[in-house]
């Protein structure tokens, strides 16, 4: 994980060949950055649009290194392959390291933290309890 600043504004076509794997939930520049940035052969997973829909970039990473973008589709997925997903989670992931990361709230709570994690004060994963 790095800061999200060092990916948050524009950037160059291709950047300094950094990792061979990217994960990103953001989208817009982050995205463009992340591809810039995989080494030759790289793959780059999009699974969210928290950044924006746009896809500021160049065909650079694609064609002069052989970056796969992969796009990550978790709403119109059919049932059978998200059970696979899950099954897979439920065997793979420990959850004492989710619950470490894992704050929960109450819903009066929400506006106060929701600016926090927009200013980047917010690390981990919050939940909203909605009832009492």
Known sequence: MIDRAELAAP???LGK???A???DAVGSHTLAN???GTRY???VAACGL???MDFPATVAPFILR???LYGIDSVMAPLPLRQQAWTRLAKDLDPGVLEAFTQEISLDRAP????ELLAGQVRGRVVVRVTA
């Not at 106060?112 to 600016?115: G, K, M, R, S």
């Open 112 to 115: 106060l933290v929701a600016a």
């Open 66 to 68: 052989g970056v796969t």
């Open 41 to 43: 052969g790289g793959a």
């Open 17 to 19: 060949e950094r990792w």
């Open 34 to 36: 992340a591809c810039a």
């Open 50 to 52: 928290a950044g924006g």
């Open 21 to 23: 794997g990217v994960v």
């Open 11 to 13: 950037g160059k076509a």
